[in-house]
């Protein structure tokens, strides 16, 4: 009877339909009540299923919910990647915590992760939504992309200072990044004075 709950399971992954907790829960335990304990322990969920849970409670600002997944994602033999401290320091950022941000950094780096450009883009967003621009530009030795260069335009702009933007716009220009940017800019960047 598990292994037709099982070939169920399979076809259901197969056609892209997503397994909930009760989904996991029933295999598990008709796995244990058969005396299948080591595939039961195979069904835990792994890392990239339980990175969607943590993205998906940041995005909803229940951060600490999604500390609680990752708390769980160890607890059950999974190590947690860059892409969950991404999806962690953008929550915080996306609330206003850039202290608390920076604390998921610098866990993240004690772990030997290497943080990525989605991280610092993540960072740079909050520290300009805190008007926090200075910290936002510090060189952390990665070339930023099309989504940095518009995540501190943004942030030069809110902060209202037009000059520092056409710098920056004249440095992405210079790096043939600006015709692939200047549309999602807010302000015709064009238009700005010349420095």
């Known amino acids: ?30 796995l244990c009540n058969f005396g299948r304990v080591t595939e039961a322990a195979k069904m835990f969920p792994s890392v ?20 609680l997944v990752k708390q769980a994602m160890v607890r059950r033999g999974r190590h947690p990647n860059v892409i969950t ?16 941000a920076e604390k ?8 030997d992760l290497v943080p990525d450009i989605i991280t ?8 300009c939504k805190k008007k926090k621009i200075g910290k936002s530009r510090q060189d952390k030795g990665l070339i930023p992309d099309v989504i940095t260069y518009n995540t ?9 200072n037009p000059a520092a933007a056409r710098k920056l716009f004249n440095k992405m220009q210079a790096k043939g990044h600006a015709m692939h940017l200047s549309y999602l800019v807010p302000w ?7 420095f």
């Open 85 to 100: 401290y991404n999806a962690l320091i953008d929550g915080y950022c996306l609330r206003g915590e850039i202290d608390e």
């Open 48 to 67: 990239v299923t339980f990175n969607i849970l943590v993205n998906a409670f940041c995005k909803q600002g229940s951060v600490k919910d999604a500390e």
């Open 104 to 111: 998921v950094l610098d866990g993240m780096v004690e772990r």
């Open 120 to 127: 610092y883009s993540s960072l740079i967003n909050g520290y």
């Open 152 to 160: 501190m335009l943004q942030g030069l702009f809110d902060s209202r």
């Open 1 to 30: 009877m598990v292994d037709n709950a099982l070939e169920l399971f399979t076809k259901m992954t197969e056609k892209g339909v997503l397994a909930n907790v009760i989904t996991y829960n029933s295999l598990i335990q008709g």
């Open 188 to 194: 015709n960047v064009q238009k700005l004075p010349v």
